[in-house]
């Protein structure tokens, strides 16, 4: 997985570890566009079901329930971000930016994480 110069700074900064990073993105089964081919991917509670299952402790679930990672169409990760619970039910929001993410599921986009970690790698082998 290819991070970019400013995503390394972002994880440094927010004291997010390589190995939280991987997981998230292996159990993120939101994915919503944000431009530029772009995606967004969180983990919804089903995520977080398959994390318990997984035998994830509970201070690291909520850890990656509030992280968001922006992944480039190329499939580079270009930034990550805490999630703060907004006052609307239904949305996150941005905790620098005030900017709202959607939170449900958007199937017709991908289907699953496994679907995103897929194309992600399919993307990075075949630029």
Do not use: W, Y
């Amino acid at each position: 997985m290819h991070v970019t110069k400013h995503a390394s700074r972002r994880l440094q900064q927010r004291g997010v570890p390589g190995p939280r990073l991987e997981r998230h993105i292996e159990f993120a089964d939101r994915v919503v566009p944000v431009g530029d081919g772009s995606v967004c991917l969180t983990v919804s509670r089903e995520g977080l079901a398959e994390l318990v299952a997984a035998g994830v402790n509970r201070q690291e679930l909520e850890r990656l329930r509030r992280l968001a990672v922006v992944i480039a169409a190329d499939g580079a990760v270009r930034t990550v971000m805490h999630l703060q619970p907004a006052a609307v039910v239904g949305t996150a929001v941005l905790a620098r930016g005030a900017v709202p993410v959607p939170v449900a599921p958007i199937a017709p986009v991908l289907a699953s994480s496994a679907a995103v970690r897929k194309d992600l790698r399919h993307e990075q082998r075949h630029p």
